[in-house]
């Protein structure tokens, strides 16, 4: 009984800390989906593919989304034309780059400051660099699920004519481009796509006109939704990671996080299975401070905004299932190296 209690008390202390910071987060990502245009923000990228790469990174800190809302959003910029580099690199970085997760992550761990220097510095290091990667691969469609890469074609066609009135079909015939995704149970036999909702919201934001309570609505019913799926996450993570500390042996624990290898491969596998929202991951992560090393912790929070088990659910609706692996290898091979990297030498 003393255990339970140890675990629930556990729980709700995660829960009650980290929820702030998720509303917060879905808050700004569902009032950027109206304030931002993405057509005159891919204008703007550079065409090199370093630099792309780079840019694409650092557009997280304007789509403050964590991996469940950054997917719907890289597929609108893929669908728009942004060089493959770019949206390959803001797919990765996003859920880590950004305001709400660096502030989050200072407050966990205000005692060590370096944790979120090098996790800013780990995810862009690695963001870049498969940027880089896949920018070789100039048209996105290959790697695209097919129905996807014939839509994009189609569209290509459409906007090279240069007819605005196409121009508009192309963004009002793309909120349909994708059928599976994420869904919730809305009304009862009604099931409601989360990503279309998002693409609603950007097509309401290329209409000046619209009524300011049409647009109010949409990003209310925008945040509760996104509530109900991060929040529903976030409550099995706390969970999780209460039920680790209390009632796992703690002899388990200490050997696993005590090994320098054996505690990074430990975190790295536990960031992929829990798919906590990368808002409030840094939580999750202090509970384990004790027992395993600051280069497993950096690796947790490295790796696993950019690949876990929920991301991957979400990404096979863009990408196919062979671009998912070469993502999941290439990423755990540089997250390793680099958190070993800094296990030598820091």
């Known amino acids: 009984m003393s255990q339970l209690y140890n675990a629930f008390t556990l729980f709700l202390s995660l829960l009650i800390e980290a929820f702030p910071f998720l509303l917060l ?37 304007l789509f403050p989304v964590c991996e469940c809302g950054n997917v719907p959003v890289a597929r609108r910029l893929l669908m728009q034309g942004i060089p493959t ?7 990765l970085a996003a859920p880590t780059i950004n305001p709400v997760v660096v502030w989050s992550t200072w407050v966990a761990f205000r005692a060590q400051p370096e944790i979120v220097i090098f996790r800013i510095v780990f995810s862009l290091t690695i963001a870049v660099i498969m940027g880089c990667v896949f920018s070789v691969q100039k048209d996105p469609r290959p790697l695209l699920q097919p129905f996807l890469a014939q839509r994009v074609t189609r569209l290509r066609h459409q906007t090279s004519k240069k007819n605005l009135s196409t121009q508009k079909g192309f963004r009002q015939d793309s909120l349909t481009l994708l059928q599976s995704g994420t869904f919730l149970l809305d009304k009862p036999g009604k099931p409601l796509l989360i990503e279309g909702m998002a693409a609603s919201a950007i097509a309401l934001s290329t209409n000046l006109t619209a009524d300011s309570t049409q647009r109010l609505k949409l990003v209310l019913d925008n945040v509760i939704q996104e ?23 703690r002899e388990i624990i200490l050997d696993l996080g005590h090994g320098t290898i054996s505690s ?15 808002t409030v991951d840094s939580f999750f992560a ?3 401070a004790s027992t395993f090393t600051t280069s497993s912790l950096l690796a947790f929070l490295v790796f696993g905004p950019m690949i876990d088990i929920k991301a991957i659910g979400l990404m096979l609706s863009i990408f196919k299932p062979r671009m998912l692996i070469y993502l999941f290898v290439l990423i755990a091979q540089l997250t390793f190296i680099l958190a070993l990297y800094h296990s030598y030498f820091f």
């Open 25 to 61: 987060g879905v808050l700004l990502s569902s009032s950027l989906l109206l304030l931002i245009d993405e057509g005159r923000l891919i204008e703007t990228l550079p065409k090199n593919p370093f630099l792309g790469a780079l840019a694409g990174s650092c557009i997280g800190f």
């Open 264 to 278: 990074i491969v430990a975190m790295m596998l536990l960031a992929a299975i829990v798919s906590i929202c990368s």
């Open 286 to 288: 202090l509970s384990f």
């Open 85 to 91: 580099s770019a949206a390959i690199s803001f797919l």
């Open 227 to 249: 509530l109900r799926e991060l929040g529903g996450m976030l409550i099995l993570g706390s969970a999780i990671a209460a039920c680790l500390q209390v009632f796992i042996p």
